[in-house]
């Protein structure tokens, strides 16, 4: 047995190479470098490196906030690069010698992950990333979608990576004001004016129109227009999936509420999981919880090129657009649907989603579900009755949304501008 282990750990290593190499693949359609020739203002935009093989998103969320900032910045004479996050070449990105750099992240500064490692990891290489911008006079900015919490103990691994890394950053986004009190105690007094309060900038996703997401629907047995039903839809989500034993069931229990109410209800998938992982994403639970409910559902049947696969994802997006009311399981699936102005009601794992409803000036209670409600005895009937307060509301809600969301779209297009000026000014 001895002597076979040299050859094991040859192997191990081999597959590790292997994983890193075909990692790099899969970023490598994301990464087009900027031109040479190219005079227009340079920005480079972190964002998640969870990519399936055709070089889009896993998660869908990650797509339209890039799709929205990019745009954003374009609009604005600005030439944008999309960076996934991974350890690049100093030289190489030095070469680029962009003005701003923005570190778009998702869920992944915090440690309330199974290990703290992972979010240490992704800190240092944030840092690495925006020191190789900053040494070319770049302006640095952290706008992830979350912070914290940060609970473990004040000199670990996390807590130190955390401060190298704001220790770069020009401006700090945090996204709610819970966000902000967990980066209190990492950041410096003299630094604490970097601290904005922003919306997310998936806000700022514009639609051409709902009639790709009428098709969409058209394609499944849903006609659009007036026909007396109201549409829901339900977006599902595989971590709540894996914590919750009876996630299926609930969310089954779920439909039979809506059907009910006399609506057509829609399955809406938010991901797409990496090849190669045997786990049961938001597209394998769509198909299955469609077949045992009888359901409509928009899940794909199998992988996309890259233009099919982002042209889907742009008719999901407007396929929520075009519902009376959404329950959601995703974050960002929730923010769109109350970006266009959909009753939302959502389950949470994370202060992200109550903060994302109070911002609005939403009744947490009524809308947000905790996912520790789900685990109870009686969790069925917990989430029937918060459906039917919700449901009973969504009139109000829509007007509300209408009069609210235009002001969140403007905050969050200010802060993103007040971004530009500073990186010109430098």
Not at 62 to 88: F, I, N, T, Y
Not at 206 to 219: A, C, F, I
Not at 324 to 335: M, S, T
């Amino acid at each position: 047995m001895s002597s076979l282990a040299p050859s094991i750990r040859r192997l191990s290593r081999l597959v590790k190479h292997l994983a890193r190499w075909a990692e790099k693949r899969r970023n490598a359609p994301l990464i087009k470098w900027f031109d040479s020739c190219d005079s227009q203002p340079r920005a480079i935009v972190q964002v998640s490196p969870s990519l399936q093989p055709n070089g889009v998103f896993v998660n869908y969320g990650d797509a339209v906030m890039w799709w929205a900032c990019r745009e954003h910045l374009q609009k604005r004479g600005w030439s944008v690069m999309c960076l996934p996050r991974e350890r690049v070449h100093r030289q190489r990105l030095e070469a680029q010698a962009p003005a701003l750099f923005i570190d778009c992240a998702g869920f992944i500064y915090s440690d309330a992950h199974h290990s703290d490692m992972r979010s240490a990891r992704n800190a240092s290489i944030t840092t690495r990333n925006a020191t190789s911008c900053r040494n070319v006079g770049a302006v640095i900015v952290s706008a992830p979608q979350t912070f914290g919490p940060f609970q473990g103990r004040p000199d670990g691994e996390l807590n130190r990576e955390m401060r190298r890394m704001i220790g770069l950053m020009h401006l700090i986004c945090a996204r709610d004001e819970v966000s902000a009190e967990y980066l209190g105690p990492l950041v410096p007094e003299a630094d604490r004016s970097k601290v904005r309060i922003a919306p997310d900038f998936a806000f700022l996703y514009k639609m051409d129109s709902h009639e790709d997401g009428h098709r969409l629907l058209l394609r499944q047995g849903l006609a659009p227009g007036p026909q007396g039903r109201p549409w829901v839809g339900l977006s599902l989500n595989r971590q709540l999936h894996d914590r919750i034993p009876l996630y299926l069931d609930l969310m089954r229990r779920v439909i039979e509420f809506f059907k009910a109410k006399g609506a057509h209800v829609v399955l809406i998938p938010h991901e797409h999981g990496r090849f190669g992982r045997r786990e049961k994403d938001d597209q394998f639970l769509c198909g299955h919880l469609a077949r045992r409910s009888e359901v409509i559902s928009l899940h794909k049947r199998g992988r996309l090129s890259r233009q099919a696969e982002e042209s889907y994802i742009r008719s999901i997006e407007a396929a929520i657009g075009s519902l009376d009311f959404l329950v959601a399981g995703r974050f960002h699936a929730a923010l769109r649907g109350l970006a266009e102005g959909i009753p939302t009601v959502t389950f949470s794992w994370s202060h992200k989603f109550e903060t994302l409803f109070r911002s609005i000036g939403m009744s947490v209670e009524r809308n947000v579900i905790p996912a520790e409600d789900l685990v109870a005895r009686d969790a069925g009937e917990a989430v029937t009755l918060k459906l039917e307060e919700a449901w009973g509301q969504r009139d109000e809600t829509r007007e509300h949304l209408a009069r609210a969301i235009p002001a969140i779209k403007k905050r969050a297009a200010d802060y993103l501008d007040e971004i530009l000026l500073l990186a010109k000014r430098r």
